[in-house]
């Protein structure tokens, strides 16, 4: 199977780091490529069928959360697109969504439940994740005392930027900050409870929030996937060392192995058994929840 970097449809369109946007009007159209990125990088090289996996297990979690919080979602099937999209069912199909269009709100909300990655370094300099104290003796892979709320700015090309909640504050003002943290961590708390009785830990993730025009919240974007979440096995879990992953920690963890790689681009080549790696843990996540992938 070969990746699908990139797609051509006859619309404006935004290409993300993963995800081609294209501009509808009222709507937007949302492809999830087989581009993957690490440390903000987009590589090279895709991981093949990689966007059908994030696609539906997206929409996995866009329906198993929306009691909480509704999201962007329309239709998910280029049946139920309009028209003039049939035609380019071949790129579409079950790797794409329609979705309403929303004022993006511009902070990743990132919530974490066990001290790892960029977390585990502030740790073990300074003691505080995204300037959070927390206990001290914590090792890598801990459970943290609760889930904490650690907001960043988005990046479309570069690398996000962690802020702490008063700096939230002033991007996005209080209420609506309040907000964000409130729905983040119970859409979290149900990513973990799901996960749990599946024999996975939901280590951390991130959400995007988007609002209409009647000020409304909803999830947009993605939604606990292995390229927005660190998922482990629980029998396979040991505080105090790096756990076997069902997300792309196993790219990062390879890219570190790069001495001679500073996180900048260009990307470095990756070996076929790292692509073949990912894909067998994102495909491996899949299965586990029960995702069918199309």
């Avoid at 690490?38 to 198993?64: C, H, S, Y």
């Avoid at 998910?76 to 993006?104: C, F, K, M, W």
């Avoid at 740790?123 to 609760?146: F, H, K, N, Q, W």
């Amino acid at each position: 199977m070969t990746a699908l970097l990139t797609t051509h449809l006859p619309f404006p369109v935004r290409h993300g780091k993963v995800r081609d946007v294209y501009d509808l009007g009222e709507q937007l159209l949302i492809v999830a490529t087989d581009r993957i990125s690490a440390f903000d990088v987009v590589m090279d090289q895709g991981i093949p069928g990689k966007g059908r996996i994030l696609t539906q297990v997206a929409n996995f979690w866009f329906e198993a959360t929306q009691d909480i919080i509704p999201n962007h979602l329309i239709a998910t099937e280029v049946a139920n697109y309009p028209i003039d999209l049939h035609v380019h069912g071949a790129q579409l199909e079950g790797r794409s969504i329609l979705v309403r269009r929303t004022q993006v709100v511009p902070i990743e909300c990132v919530v974490r439940g066990y001290l790892a990655g960029s977390g585990l370094k502030e740790y073990t300099s300074r003691g505080t994740v995204c300037g959070i104290p927390l206990p001290p003796g914590l090792r890598m892979a801990d459970r943290l005392p609760e889930p904490i709320f650690t907001p960043s700015t988005k990046a479309e090309v570069g690398h996000d930027e962690n802020i702490d909640f008063d700096r939230m504050i002033a991007f996005v003002g209080r209420d609506l900050a309040i907000r964000l943290k409130t729905f983040s961590i119970a859409l979290y708390e149900r990513g973990v409870e799901r996960a749990k009785a599946r024999g996975i830990i939901l280590a951390d993730t991130k959400f995007e929030f988007g609002l209409l025009e009647s000020g409304e919240l909803i999830l947009i974007d993605e939604a606990l996937t292995p390229d927005s979440s660190r998922y482990w096995l629980s029998d396979l879990w040991q505080p105090g060392t790096n756990p076997p992953s069902l997300d792309k920690q196993f790219l990062r963890d390879y890219l570190e192995t790069l001495h001679d790689w500073n996180h900048q681009s260009p990307p470095p080549h990756l070996p076929e058994h790292v692509i073949q790696g990912v894909l067998e843990r994102y495909q491996d996540l899949a299965s586990r929840f029960g995702i069918q992938v199309n």
